[in-house]
């Protein structure tokens, strides 16, 4: 079958580039488009760590078809903040909430989309809005420590 043209806007700007049939978006941004943020973990959407905003919702980016975003946004950790790091990269830094950091980018995200909707969560906020996202490092608290803080802070993406 042949390759099928897909237009959308990546971190704010548009970008155009060719999907395969059935191709997920993790594999579509990560080889078609050049972004490396969002990372493979399990392929089954299970980890989370392949979390994505499509139009400000996250999304597994494994379990995403290409095809779904079309005309769409997507946001990815590359997107995040500019020249400096944003205010959730500050706090994650700063609340030693990424050790081997690999589930780091799918966790922002997650927090990202969580201060867009509800700019000052509770804890339990918090703690569902990860709770797709696995880490095997922290042992969550300095994720949610570093979220909570980015909320007290008024951080706005």
Same mark, same amino acid.
């Given at each position: 079958?042949? /390759?099928?043209?897909?237009?959308?806007?990546?971190?704010?700007?548009?970008?155009?580039?060719?999907?395969?049939?059935?191709?997920?978006?993790?594999?579509?941004?990560?080889?078609?488009?050049?972004?490396?943020?969002? /990372?493979?973990?399990?392929?089954?959407?299970?980890?989370?760590?392949?979390?994505?905003?499509?139009?400000?919702?996250?999304?597994?980016?494994?379990?995403?078809?290409?095809?779904?975003?079309?005309?769409?946004?997507?946001?990815?950790?590359?997107?995040?903040?500019?020249?400096?790091?944003?205010?959730?990269?500050?706090?994650?830094?700063?609340?030693?909430?990424?050790?081997?950091?690999?589930?780091?980018?799918?966790?922002?995200?997650?927090?990202?989309?969580?201060?867009?909707?509800?700019?000052?969560?509770?804890?339990?906020?918090?703690?569902?809005?990860?709770?797709?996202?696995?880490?095997?490092?922290?042992?969550?608290?300095?994720?949610? !420590?570093?979220?909570?803080? !980015?909320?007290?802070?008024?951080?706005?993406?």
């Amino acid at each position: 079958m042949p /390759k099928k043209p897909i237009t959308f806007v990546l971190n704010g700007a548009e970008r155009a580039a060719f999907a395969d049939p059935g191709q997920n978006l993790l594999d579509f941004l990560r080889r078609g488009v050049g972004d490396l943020t969002p /990372k493979y973990g399990c392929g089954q959407g299970g980890c989370g760590a392949c979390t994505v905003l499509l139009d400000g919702e996250p999304v597994l980016a494994c379990l995403t078809l290409a095809e779904a975003v079309e005309g769409r946004r997507v946001d990815t950790v590359a997107g995040l903040g500019g020249p400096a790091p944003h205010p959730l990269q500050e706090a994650f830094m700063a609340h030693f909430a990424a050790q081997c950091g690999y589930c780091t980018p799918g966790m922002l995200m997650s927090a990202k989309a969580l201060l867009d909707r509800n700019p000052r969560p509770t804890r339990e906020e918090v703690i569902e809005a990860i709770s797709g996202n696995l880490c095997r490092c922290t042992g969550y608290e300095p994720i949610i !420590a570093a979220i909570l803080s !980015a909320a007290a802070s008024g951080a706005r993406p």
